[in-house]
C-alpha cells in the first residue's frame, strides 16, 4: 500500500474524494444523458413546421386559440387550431380544458403530432394568474413581429381588451 | 389610521433590525455585556415592530379597507374570514411580510431562548440575524410595501384568486416560511462560527434542534402544498416538478443532509466545515426559491405574486447575502479544525454517504430547474424540462441511498461490524423481498418499478424497526428487560424511527399511486355512467347551489361498487368577482387510496345536455401525505428531547451547582 500517501490525514481526504467522484459523476452523467431525452422544447405551429419536428415526439406548441375553433365532442374530446398567424396547428385534446382557456388567448400544449399533422395534446397548461399569455408565446409572437399587445405584455394580443 | 400605523412600525422594524445588528456587533467587538443586551433587546423589539406591521395588514384585510392598494387588489367583502385573513399572505407584499415576521421571530427566539450560548457566538448570531433583517424589512418598506394607499378608494376589491381560497392553502404559507426562513437562523450560526473561527461538537448541538425544526416545519409546508394540489387543482397528480415546487425541494434535501452531518459534528466532531457550509447554503436555497417563485423567470403553473422588476432586487439580495457567506467561509474555512478520525464503514461513513447523495439530489433538482434558463440565455430557444427528466435522474439516486439507509443506522460509530449489520437486517431484507414479489404478483402491476418502489419501501419500515428492536434487544433479553429500555430510549432516537418508517411510508404510496393510477374520462348525461377501476360512477342530478361567493353547479354521483352504493358530490364553482370557474372534486377515501372526481363542464352529447366527468382510482395515495408528516413528526419528537434543548445544558449545570453545595 505505499501508493497511498502517508498521513492519516490526507489518506482520508483521498478516500472522500474517491467516494465522492464517482457519486458526482454519476449524477452529472445522468443528468446530461437523461437531457437529450426528457428535455421538451417550445415551438410555435410555424417554428414546428421549418424544423419539421418527428411525429411522435414530445414537444411543447404555444400560440393563439384561433377563434372560433374550438369544438367539442361528447366523447370528452375537444378540437381547436393554435396559431402563431403565420402558421396553423390543429389540436385534439382529451379532457377538461384549463379554466384560463379561452378562445382567442394565449395556450400552450404539451404533447406530440400524430402522423396526420394533428397535435395530440397530453396536457394543456394552466396558468394560475391573471395574465392569459404565457411567457413564451409572447416572446414568439414579439420575435416574429406578430405582436399585438400592450408593451407590458400583460395585455392580450388580439389586441381588443378580452377580460372575460 | 392602522394602514399608517402598520407602515410606520414597519420601518421602525427596519431600523430597529440596523440596532439589532449594529449593537450586537459592537458588543462582541468590545465584549461588552451592556451592548449585547441592547442587541438581544433589539432583536425583540423588531420581531414586536415586525408583529405590529403584520396585524395591522391583517386588520385592513378583515375590515376590508379598501384604500389600502393590497387590500383592494386581493379581497372583496364577500370573502369568507378565513379567506381574508389568509389573503394576507396571498400577495407578494403581504408574504414577503410573513417571511420578515418569520425572520424576525427567530432572531428573537435565539435572543429569549439562547441563554446557553457562548455569548460571543450568541451576540455574533442575533447580529447576522439583524442583517438578514436589515435587509429583507428594507425591502419590504422601499419597494414592496403592503401598506401603500390608493386615492380613489374602490367601493369592492378584486378579490383573491379563487384557487388560493382553500383551507389548505390558507395554512400553507405559514408553515412553509416558517421553514424556509427557519434555515435563517443556522446560516446566523455558521457566519457566527466562521467569524469566531471554531465549530466544534457544542456548536453543532446549539445548531442542530434549529435545523431540525425549520427541515420539519418546511416537511408540513411542502406535504401540504402538495396535497392541496392534489385536491384543488383536479388533475390527479401531487407533483409536478414544477420550477415553484423543486424551489421548495431544495432547501429541504440541503436540511435534511445538514441534519444528519450536524449528527456527525455532534457526536464526533468530524466534517465541520461541511456542515458548515451546508447550514449556509440551506438559506442559499431558500433565498434562490423566493426569488425564483416571485420573479417569474421560469415559466411555473402556480407562479405566485410575478413582478420581474422586484425580482431582480431579490436576486440582488440573494447575491449579497449569500455571496458574502460563501466567501466568508472560503476564507475562513481552512482555519476549522478537522476532528474524529473514522473508518469508511461506521455510522460516520453511512452518513457521509447520506450526504453525498443528498447533496448531489439537490444539484441534481437545480440542475433541471435552472437548465431551461441557461438554455434559453444561449440558443434563444425555449425548453421545458419536466416530471420525465426527474424521474430518469432523482429517482434512482434517491432509490441508492434509500437502499443504504436501514445499514446505516445499524452501524456503530467510529468503527463498525458490517457483516454484524447485514446479520441484525436479515428479517428486515425478508419482508422487503416479500413485499417485492408480493407486489409482482398481487397488486397486478404493469411494471417492475412499483414492486421495486414496494420491496424498498418495506425494507425501510422493516429496517427502521429491526434497529428500535436490536436497541432494546428483543428477543435477545427478557421481555421485561425490553420493555424497560424501550422505555429509556432517548425520544431522539424514537424520532430518528419514525422520520426513517414515514420515507419508507412515502415510497410506498409513491410507488403504488403512480404506478396503480386508473383514470377514466367521459361526458355523460344525468343516468349514464361511468367505470373507474372496480368503481362505477352515475351522474344521478345535477343541481345548482350558491355559496358565500360563488355559484355552482354541483353533480351528484353515485358510485356502485361490490359493496353497496354511496354518493359523491363534486361541483364546479363560479366565482363572479375574479370571472373564474374552478372545480371543486370529491374524494372519497377507502383506507389509504381514493376515489377521486372531477365533475367537469357541461357539454352537448346527442341534443342532450351532459358533463365532463373525470374519475381516478389513486391507491394508497393517502400514504404519500402520510409519510411526510411521519417524518415531521419523528422531527418534533427529536426536538421536544431533553437533550436537544437549549436550556437543558444549564439547566444541568444549575443543579449541578445545587447539588455540590447540598
Known sequence: MSFLPKSRKARRRLMAVAVAAPILAIGVGLSLYAMGDAAVFFYTPVQAHQKHVPSGRTIRIGGLVEKGSVSKSGDGRVMFAVTDRLATDKVEFKGDLPDLFREGQGVVAQGAYRDDGVFVAREVLAKHDEKYMPKEVSDALKKSGQWRGGPDGGASASGGSQRP | ????????????????????????????????????????????????????????????????????????????????????????????????????????????????????????????????????????????????????????????????????????????????????????????????????????????????????????????????????????????????????????????????????????????????????????????????????????????????????????ILLGILAVAAGSGFSLFAWRAPMLKAGGLFAPVSREGALVLNNLFLATAALIVMTGTLYPLGYQAATGQPLSVGAPWFNLTFAPLMAVVLFILPAGTMLSWKRADALGAVQRLWAAGLAAVAMGTGGLLLVQTKTAFAAIGLALGGWLIAGALAELAF??????????????????????????????????????????????????????????????GQFTLTLSDVASVEGPNYTAERGTVRVTSASGDTFLKPERRFYPANRQTVSQVAIQSHGPSDLYVVFGERREAQGKPSWLIRAYWNPWARLIFGGPLLMALGGAISLSDPRLRLAAGARARATAIAGAKA
Open chain 2, 471 to 532: 436497541r432494546v434487544r428483543l428477543g435477545k433479553a427478557p421481555l421485561t428487560e425490553s420493555l424497560r429500555r424501550l422505555r429509556h430510549l432517548p425520544r431522539a432516537s424514537f424520532g430518528m424511527t419514525l422520520a426513517h418508517i414515514g420515507v419508507g411510508v412515502f415510497v410506498l404510496g409513491a410507488s403504488v399511486e403512480t404506478h396503480g393510477r386508473i383514470e377514466a374520462a367521459r361526458a355523460v348525461a344525468v343516468g349514464e355512467s361511468v367505470q373507474v
Open chain 2, 1 to 312: 389610521m392602522i394602514a399608517e400605523l402598520g407602515a410606520f412600525a414597519l420601518v421602525l422594524a427596519f431600523a430597529l433590525s440596523a440596532a439589532q445588528a449594529g449593537f450586537s456587533f459592537a458588543g462582541r467587538y468590545w465584549r461588552n455585556a451592556a451592548l449585547r443586551g441592547a442587541g438581544e433587546g433589539a432583536a425583540l423589539a423588531t420581531l414586536l415592530t415586525t408583529a405590529t406591521a403584520f396585524f395591522a395588514l391583517m386588520v385592513c384585510f378583515i375590515t376590508s379597507d379598501f384604500s389600502v392598494a393590497n387590500v383592494a387588489a386581493n379581497s372583496h367583502t364577500d370573502k369568507p374570514l378565513l379567506y381574508k385573513i389568509a389573503a394576507v399572505w396571498g400577495s407578494h407584499e403581504g408574504s414577503m411580510l410573513l417571511w420578515n415576521l418569520a425572520l424576525t421571530g427567530f432572531g428573537a427566539t435565539v435572543a429569549i431562548w439562547g441563554r446557553d450560548l457562548p455569548a460571543g457566538l450568541k451576540s455574533l448570531t442575533i447580529g447576522v440575524q439583524g442583517l438578514l433583517g436589515l435587509v429583507f424589512l428594507g425591502y419590504t418598506a422601499l419597494v414592496s410595501n403592503p401598506f401603500l394607499r390608493l386615492a380613489v378608494a374602490p367601493v369592492e376589491g378584486a378579490s383573491l384568486n379563487p384557487i388560493l381560497q382553500d383551507p389548505f392553502l390558507a395554512i400553507h404559507p405559514p408553515f412553509l416560511y416558517s421553514g424556509y426562513v427557519g434555515f435563517s437562523v443556522v446560516f446566523s450560526f455558521a457566519i457566527a462560527a466562521l467569524i469566531e473561527g471554531r465549530v466544534d461538537a457544542a456548536w453543532a448541538r446549539w445548531v442542530r434542534p434549529w435545523a431540525l425544526a425549520a427541515w420539519s416545519l418546511l416537511t408540513v409546508g411542502i406535504t401540504l402544498g402538495s396535497f392541496w394540489a392534489y385536491y384543488e387543482l383536479g388533475w390527479g397528480g401531487w407533483w409536478f416538478w414544477d420550477p415553484v415546487e423543486n424551489a421548495s425541494f431544495m432547501p429541504w434535501l440541503v436540511g435534511a443532509a445538514l441534519l444528519h452531518s450536524a449528527i456527525v459534528t455532534e457526536k464526533r466532531g468530524a466534517m465541520p466545515g461541511w456542515t458548515v457550509f451546508l447550514g449556509l447554503l440551506a438559506f442559499s436555497f431558500s433565498m434562490l426559491g423566493a426569488f425564483l417563485v416571485r420573479s417569474g423567470i421560469l415559466t411555473s403553473v402556480h407562479a405566485f405574486a410575478v413582478d420581474p422588476k422586484r425580482g431582480s
